[in-house]
């Protein structure tokens, strides 16, 4: 509530009100301030392009259109926080609706009905109701364990209840509660149970509150209130089904504060700071799709690939230390520098048991190896600000990070060096895309026949006779560096080859893949301004002997460029979406004339209708084109086109036993793989290569 509705209600005094509002500022909501959300919005885009290394992104003007129209309950932050995403997580250069829609989190509304046994004061803050009303569920309504998670006094906490009109439950409805949330038994609080081992259920995800008071029995003090309880700690069920193995990589992030004496004391207490501090952290992690297994504010373990697989799995933990890192360095720059925070950060991919019963807590999961205890160690080997990665994950994401390779010392183990890897930055995307299938830690094998059937539909296209070729594997069959190989034989060609990739997040992005061949045939680069793009697109137009004024127009509109595309306001969506179909094909057709074309679009399953329906139009004009369009595809999808006469579908096969020993022999760099060792890995790999390369 404002200070003067205050007055008004004579909860505040008049006159010191009117001693202290000497220039009052209104602040206005951000869904209320227009045309200032979009200044934000391109600035926070620079900034976090140029902190992270990934290149300037734009907005498209129907994205611009949905940030204005956004009812952003979180405010700044939550614009902060999504554009953070945006620039570590999404790949396009020109930014839509869709994209920001994906990654918008969805907004929390507070439940303050369910702690509190009266209506709350209108006007509250809704934020402030939510934050308390979680603190007291979190410490099941103990007042001193919920003013330690807020970083406040319990008698502030006490004022803030009684200013919103909030009750604190009974320990038995907030049970209740607690156990509706976790799965827990019917059991109240004050029986003794044992605690459950941190090995076998995860922390919350939730600023913890310190140790004490955990498994009092019945007959305790009447002080027992005073003490905070941790709910994650009581028994759960025991299992009943078993345990699901599921791939995560995994984060380690530790932070040290300096001690500091009393004549050198800040503003707020040490509790405060870090309270504070693992609340943002919490925030990144989150909106990268990570969870919390252990935490405290010194040392935390974040998982990624709970309870859902994400895409980009490998690169999730790089992109949250890279947030985290930089969210230090801004707590850094506002508290000062005698503030001294540093943090330290290590990464690792591994596997977790997690409990598959229908009734488990969702926290319930058992780490196989060295899953947790890899990247703690290595955070002892990492300096200030420094994010190691193990090997296995240098390996996954070669190709998106740039890694620096040192040796690991210690004094315990001097028999064999270890060496782990230094995150440098993100490599930009043209790079990434570039290194995209191209693993050259082994041998091309069993790949022979593949390669000659590319080979002969080249010699068809050459001939004047346009060609399909669909190239459909199972994950990991080794389609993306089936393409890569082939495409390295071809240097002695004098061909145009165009690359272009569907992702699992664009099937809803109209002209994706299209868009990635339209900036390959212009040369256009992320760090290119408008006018530069419309430059290039005019002379890749002329340089194919296409009048630039007939067709730029269209083209320009699809890469979100203003200039040159006034004539095509006011036209209906059909008649744009045919002249920018038309435009694209002539662009293909011009191309064949001087030098045969090949187009290359990765993961065809993923492809968005509109792109579809563009290269359907594209294989109807092949007779006599010189052009081959090559898709790599999962088992399952059926390209429309796969009738035609020109189209070819080429399975990508399982390898061999007799190529499967050779890729392990490669990978372990010997030529006498033990019998049972070989046997053990071609089982469980059944000639996949990726699978065979990873298990080797």
């Not at 005073?226 to 992030?253: D, M, N, Q, S, Y």
């Not at 096969?653 to 793989?673: E, G, I, K, M």
Request: charged share 20%; net charge neutral; with cysteine.
């Amino acid at each position: 509530m404002a200070l003067g509705e205050q007055v008004q209600a004579g909860h505040f005094r008049a006159d010191l009100y009117h001693r202290l509002a000497v220039v009052v500022l209104e602040l206005p909501p951000l869904r209320l301030r227009g045309d200032d959300i979009l200044v934000l919005a391109r600035t926070l885009l620079q900034q976090y392009g140029a902190a992270y290394g990934v290149g300037p992104q734009r907005l498209s003007q129907a994205a611009e259109a949905w940030l204005v129209g956004h009812r952003w309950p979180g405010n700044v932050r939550e614009l902060i926080h999504l554009l953070e995403r945006v620039a570590l997580l999404e790949t396009a250069m020109v930014i839509d609706p869709e994209s920001l829609e994906r990654l918008c989190l969805p907004p929390s509304v507070p439940d303050a009905s369910a702690v509190s046994m009266r209506t709350p004061t209108p006007g509250a803050p809704l934020h402030e109701i939510e934050r308390l009303t979680d603190a007291l569920r979190q410490s099941v309504g103990n007042l001193a364990a919920a003013a330690r998670l807020l970083g406040m006094s319990r008698s502030g906490l006490r004022h803030r209840l009684h200013t919103y009109g909030l009750t604190r439950p009974s320990r038995h409805r907030a049970f209740l509660l607690v156990k509706k949330d976790t799965g827990a038994r019917d059991t109240p609080p004050s029986a003794a149970h044992p605690p459950v081992s941190p090995a076998r259920g995860a922390e919350p995800p939730v600023v913890p509150a310190p140790q004490g008071g955990e498994g009092q029995h019945a007959g305790a003090s009447a002080r027992r209130d005073e003490r905070p309880v941790r709910p994650t700690r009581w028994e759960f069920p025991a299992p009943v089904a078993g345990w699901e193995p599921k791939p995560v990589a995994v984060l380690a992030i530790e932070a040290t504060w300096p001690e500091r004496s009393e004549a050198e004391a800040g503003p707020y207490e040490p509790w405060t700071l870090a309270s504070r501090w693992e609340q943002r952290m919490a925030e990144k992690v989150a909106g990268l799709g990570g969870v919390i297994l252990q935490g405290s504010p010194s040392l935390c373990l974040v998982a990624f690939g709970l309870p859902q697989t994400l895409e980009q799995l490998p690169q999730r933990p790089v992109q949250a230390a890279l947030a985290i890192r930089h969210l230090a360095a801004e707590a850094q720059a506002s508290a000062g520098e005698t503030a001294g925070l540093v943090v330290r950060l290590a990464g690792h991919v591994g596997t977790l048991l997690v409990a598959e019963e229908t009734g488990a807590p969702p926290g319930r999961w058992l780490a196989v190896g060295e899953t947790l205890a890899l990247p703690v160690r290595l955070l002892g080997h990492a300096a200030p600000g420094e994010l190691l990665v193990s090997a296995p994950m240098a390996r996954l994401t070669d190709g998106w990070v740039e890694v620096q390779t040192r040796p690991l010392f210690s004094g315990a183990e001097p028999t064999e060096p270890r060496f782990a890897h230094t995150v440098v930055g993100l490599l930009p995307r043209q790079a990434a895309f570039g290194s995209m299938g191209r693993r050259a830690h082994t041998p091309m094998l069993g790949r022979a026949h593949e390669l000659a059937t590319l080979q002969a539909a080249l010699a068809q296209v050459e001939g004047g006779r346009g060609q399909v070729v669909g190239i459909v594997g199972e994950p990991g069959m080794g389609q993306s560096r089936l393409l890569a190989e082939w495409r390295h034989s071809l240097a002695a060609h004098a061909i145009t080859y165009l690359e272009g990739h569907c992702w699992s997040y664009g099937s809803a992005t109209p002209y994706l893949p299209v868009l990635d061949l339209l900036r390959a045939h212009c040369g256009l680069t992320p760090a290119d301004r408008a006018e530069t793009m419309a430059e290039k697109v005019r002379a890749g137009l002329q340089a194919v002997d296409m009048a630039a004024d007939d067709w730029a127009p269209s083209l320009l509109r699809l890469l979100e460029i203003q200039a040159g595309t006034a004539d095509l306001m006011g036209v209906s969506p059909e008649t744009l979406k045919a002249k920018t179909f038309e435009a694209l094909r002539q662009a293909c057709l011009h191309t064949r004339q001087r030098h045969p074309l090949v187009l290359a679009v990765e993961n065809l399953h993923w492809i968005d209708p509109t792109s579809e329906e563009f290269f359907a139009s594209l294989v109807e004009r092949l007779p006599g084109a010189a052009i081959l369009c090559l898709a790599t595809y999962r088992p399952g999808y059926r390209p429309p086109w796969l009738d035609k006469s020109s189209a070819t579908q080429l399975p990508v096969s399982p390898l061999s036993p007799q190529d499967s020993v050779q890729v392990v022999q490669a990978v372990l760099r010997t030529d006498a793989v033990p019998a049972p060792l070989a046997r053990a890995i071609l089982a469980k790999a059944q000639g996949n290569p990726f699978f065979l390369e990873e298990i080797a």
